[in-house]
């Protein structure tokens, strides 16, 4: 979607590097949230991010999202394989593109970025 | 929690052909949605259901495509006269309000 921009959209690392990967909207966001998926399966959920300068942690995951709630980030730490696969972010956009805008709750979601990590 | 389930997980049929696939959603979610994701592209948005009420609908889901929940518990895609261009991975999603949407495995359709 070009609502909705992730980079790098490949990442090969080796294993025990640290990581990380972005999402840009071109409009203000809801909420955002970051899914793994395995080639050929369906999403498994990370993290919700909600509020502007929120920041939340998972085992080595860290997802943040920014003040103005456009732009987020998810970073991994001492990646290990178990990490590989594509990761999505998934946005929740403001109908009107306001703070007061009604959310439908549908995402809309990046390309994607495909995490390899060499052991 | 079972999570979310799809039947079939996969499905090849013939172009022309109708075909009809089933979510069911976490049970106590009022919120269901279905995606549809191609080769190398995230997940785009189809359509929305609030409980039996289907709310939304995107400009992708042309006139073959249709949706139901009867009941507000499970619910159906189904595609008519398939084409070639509706290979992909149908994915069905379901949330309580205002909360993160649990993805079941998906549907991968091919149709020849």
């Known amino acids: 979607s070009q609502e909705l921009e992730q980079s790098p959209q490949s990442l090969i690392v080796q294993e025990g590097k640290n990581l990380t990967i972005n999402c840009t909207s071109s409009?203000?966001?809801?909420?955002l949230y970051w899914y793994k998926q395995k080639y050929g399966e369906g999403l498994i959920f990370l993290m919700m991010?909600?509020?502007?300068?929120e920041e939340k942690s998972h085992e080595k995951i860290t997802a943040k999202l920014d003040e103005k709630k456009q732009q987020s980030s998810l970073h991994i730490t001492a990646s290990q394989p178990s990490h590989a696969g594509i990761y999505l972010c998934?946005?929740?956009?403001?109908?009107?593109?306001?703070?007061?805008?009604?959310?439908?709750?549908?995402?809309?979601f990046g390309q994607g970025t495909i995490l390899t990590v060499h052991p | 929690d079972t999570g979310v389930s799809q039947d079939p997980r996969h499905k090849i049929t013939k172009r022309g052909q109708n075909v009809t696939f089933r979510c069911d959603p976490i049970?106590?979610?009022?919120?269901l949605y279905w995606y549809r994701q191609t080769l190398g592209q995230g997940p785009e948005f189809l359509t929305y259901?609030?409980?039996?009420?289907?709310?939304?609908k995107s400009r992708l889901l042309s006139d073959r495509f249709s949706a139901e929940r009867p009941k507000g518990s499970f619910s159906t895609l189904e595609i008519q006269r398939t084409e070639q261009g509706d290979s992909a991975m149908y994915l069905c999603?379901?949330?309580?309000?205002?909360?993160?949407?649990?993805f079941g495995p998906g549907t991968r359709l091919t149709v020849l």
């Open positions: 409009k203000t966001l809801y909420g």
């Open positions: 991010l909600q509020k502007g300068g």
């Open positions: 049970s106590e979610h009022n919120r």
């Open positions: 259901f609030q409980n039996e009420a289907q709310l939304e």
């Open positions: 999603a379901s949330s309580s309000s205002y909360t993160e949407q649990f």
């Open positions: 998934g946005a929740d956009i403001l109908w009107n593109g306001d703070a007061g805008g009604t959310s439908y709750g549908k995402l809309t």
